[in-house]
């Protein structure tokens, strides 16, 4: 679906959940300004038990003078609207949306799939925010954001909040709306410092005195009382000043389901990675290396989960993770290859860049990618591999010349990547510009010159890899664990689906 295809309907109404976040109140306000420059009579309403309290929420609403209406709707009511009932950031028919009546319906969300009966939607839960999810579907509808006053604020508080000031941020998408959009830096600050009421300071010292402690592998979980994500956050950011607490989670339970920061300080847990695994089936999560959160769907988690209370859910589960991978520093591991099998390359057509014919030699860039963001600066002998799958990773002119053949045949990505969610981007950290690599990238074939042992994981195993020590790779069984023929410490891991497509067994 895209956001023309609603505009069949008139009147349309863009309802938010009840008890509007940020969030909620930012992607509405972006809809309504889209559907109002195409001439709909078009309203931005929400309802629940109460109006709008926090006084970050007052502020913005009367700062950027967002037209938001509060219905009244008593218990058992049913309201009746005439033409579109569109749902931002949650889905009609939730538990945490009042249900109107109208003509017909659609959901734009960026949380986990819980609502199957409605076939106008868009629902993108890899996002960090639905701002996000609103400003890219306006963007490519040609609306631009700055047609009106304050929306692209709106926007970026969205982002800001409901990724936890930006540290649970992973997605290319989000960085790429966060050093996009305009917005009034002095709003932000006043929304910012008006966070935190006098309740929620309670409740987070309450919280901070009722933690539980795995003394085997050095975690704590907190559960909060219900309030802001960003509180959350302040509680995890203190316990990790804790000595023996090297990772945490703290979450909240919400009439939708659990809200979760997760933190750590130690290179062998990657916080996004562990939120994933958290809220793996039953909701989303991400963030950086060292700051993540996610959200768990009550109605996924109780159909998954009915007899088991959150705490419980929590703690088992970070055991669980711990117990679920091995540990591998490839520069001192002594690789045992009697079990593996030789592979060569398959002559794949993968897509390339010299890094130098797109910016100057001395140009520190980010290669940003779904997997995440590569630092690194622009040098005469490196080279920028795509691979099958999108994936984006570095090699150096003698490995490169000795692996592949190069081509200067151009490298059609949509054509190899059809399900593309991201198209890799190069960004120049000098001048805040932005470029599509793969608008550079020409063809190159693998020689056959590569050879491995590898062999499939029965568990999971982290590898340091020889080339970086402070970030590892992770495998998942069936996931192989592969090292180069001729350099025992070159170990790897390679997806099970890429592996499949990119290597063959020697005979």
Partial sequence: MKLQDLEQFDPITIQCHDNPDADALASGYGLYCYFKSKGKDVSLIYSGRSEIQKANLKLMVEKLQLPIEYLVCGRGETIQRKGLILTVDCQYGAGNVTKLLGDAAAIIDHHQVEITDVP??????????????????????????????GLGTALYYGLYTDTNQFAELSNPLDLDMREEIPFDKSLITLFRNSNLSLQELEIAGIAMIRYSYNDDYEFAVIKAQPCDPNI????????????????????????????????????EVNASELADYLTEGIGSGGGHFEKAGGFISMKLYEEKYPTLHAEGYFNNRMTQYFDSFSIIYADTYDIDISDMKRYTKK????????????LPVGTPITIRTLEGDVDMTVEED??????????VYPNRKKNFEKSYRATDQSYQYAESRKDAEYVPMIKNRKDGSSLILTNYAKVCIPTGEVHIHAKPLDTGVKVFTAWDKNKYMLGRPGDYLAVKCEDRHDIYVVEQDIFSKTYEEDV
Avoid: H
């Avoid at 956050?233 to 979450?251: A, H, N, P, R, Y």
């Fill in 120 to 149: 106008l939607n868009i629902i993108n839960p890899n996002l960090g925010s639905c701002s996000t999810l609103v400003w890219k579907l306006i963007t490519e509808a040609g609306y631009t954001v700055t047609d009106e006053e």
């Fill in 347 to 358: 002559k794949i057509p993968l897509g390339y860049v010299k890094a130098d014919e797109v």
């Fill in 232 to 267: 959350l956050g302040l509680i995890s950011d203190f316990l990790l000043q804790v000595d023996e607490i090297k990772t945490c989670v703290v979450f909240n339970q919400l009439p939708d389901g659990y809200k979760l920061s997760v933190r750590s300080c130690i290179k």
């Fill in 382 to 391: 490196l080279y920028i591999i795509i691979g099958i799958k999108g994936e």
